[in-house]
Structures are given as C-alpha cells and as structure tokens.
C-alpha cells in the first residue's frame, strides 16, 4: 500500500507569494491532519479534514487555509508569505481520524520564504 | 503548550534497551499517551499508544505508572537506525483530534 505522498517535496517562494501544497493519503484514509515544523516551535498543528469537512483548526493566522476533495486529498493554501512560514510542513493521514488512531505522516514539503 | 516533559537528549548503547522517560502529571483520566519518533528529514512515524496498561509492539513497550502521571518508551535491542528524536504525547481533552508536540528527546545509538 502507497504512503502518504506530498507535493512538492521542495519550493522556494518570495515575501508576498502565495503558495499552494498538496497531500494525498494512504488509500482509504479520510482524515488528512496538516503540521508546520520549524527549528523553534517543534510541530505545530495547523488543520484537520475529515469528509471535505474542517474539524478542527489550530491557532494559525488565517493567511493559512486547507481544504479536502471527495477522494480524501488535501491541499493546503498559504497567502502573503511571511519569511517565518519558511518551515517543514508535514501531512498525516489516519483511518477514520480518531485520537486513537495511528497517523500516517508524509515526507513534507520544505517551504523556503526569500 | 505540550502537556508532556521529556529530556533533551539522551544516549544508549547499540544492542541494549533504550529507556525513554515522560513525564505528563497533569493528564486527564481519558487521555491518551502517544508515543513517535522522527528520524532526520523524515516525517515522524508512530510508535505506541496507550491508557492505563502497559503496552506491546513489535517496536516498543511502553510503560505506564499506575498514577498515570509518568511513562517510559522501551527499545528493547536498539540499533543504529533507532537514532532519531522521539515524542511523547497526550492529547488535550478539549482539542477533539489535535495533538499537542513538544520537543521530544532526541535518542542517539552509538555504537
């Protein structure tokens, strides 16, 4: 069974772009749960997707958006880039997205902001 | 904020068991403790969970006290490729699917 893939695995972006990343989970997974990593926060929660639907959000500015399509992939949206959004941002697929759930992370996408 | 504490760093000898300690004295009687590790440019990957018991994988055990407030990871014959940092986490009751990282303590095998 294919993991979890993230497109692209590398992007560099200027001050003021936007940027676009996409995730798609292990098939039969409906839960895609998005992380920034940086050297100084550690991994931070972003969003939660379950069914095309938001079930929970972290405390991120709302620059930072997500959605979900019906075959459970998901993107995930930055606008106005700031040079602190440079970071590791990490997808995870779990099978139904209970907390007891096993999730399943992809490689990441490292954003690079100039 | 992680409602977890665990140190910065810790070595272990290739071959023998790797004991890594977490401190959580403020969980809830519902909550879980998860347990990843993230080896260098990888995504982290799952380990163990779990309540009350003790718990076993092909990976790991992990140990639970009785007050709960306390558990410890156990690698019972790490290897080199075990070199990694490890996370210790309770979900916060209130957070519905979220869980809270803090900055793990990153293992070292030497051999």
């Known amino acids: 069974k294919a993991g979890v893939t993230q497109t692209p695995r590398y992007l560099i972006k200027t001050r003021g772009q936007q940027v676009t990343l996409s995730c798609s989970p292990i098939?039969?997974?409906?839960?895609v749960s998005w992380y920034q990593q940086t050297p100084g926060q550690g991994l931070q929660f972003l969003f939660e997707?379950?069914?095309?639907?938001?079930?929970n959000k972290g405390n991120f500015p709302g620059r930072f958006s997500g959605r979900q399509f019906s075959n459970s992939r998901s993107e995930m949206n930055v606008s106005t880039l700031e040079l602190g959004d440079s970071a590791l941002y990490l997808c995870?697929?779990?099978?139904?997205?209970?907390?007891?759930?096993?999730?399943?992370f992809g490689p990441g996408t490292r954003l690079t902001v100039l | 904020d992680a409602k977890t504490t665990q140190p910065p760093s810790m070595d272990c000898a290739e071959g023998r068991a790797a004991n890594l300690p977490c401190n959580h004295s403020?969980?809830?009687?519902?909550?879980?403790v998860y347990w990843y590790r993230q080896i260098h440019s990888q995504g982290p990957q799952y380990i163990i969970h779990g309540l009350k018991n003790n718990e076993t994988n092909e990976m790991a055990s992990l140990i639970i006290t009785e007050d709960r407030k306390s558990s410890t990871l156990i690698l019972p014959h790490a290897t080199l490729r075990d070199t990694a940092v490890y996370y210790c986490?309770?979900?916060?009751?209130?957070?519905?699917?979220?869980?809270?990282w803090g900055a793990g303590t990153k293992l070292i095998i030497k051999p």
């Open positions: 995870a697929s779990s099978l139904v997205g209970e907390p007891y759930n096993e999730q399943f």
């Open positions: 403020t969980i809830s009687g519902n909550e879980y």
């Open positions: 986490i309770v979900r916060v009751e209130d957070s519905n699917y979220q869980l809270i």
């Open positions: 997707y379950f069914s095309e639907t938001q079930r």
């Open positions: 098939s039969g997974h409906r839960s």
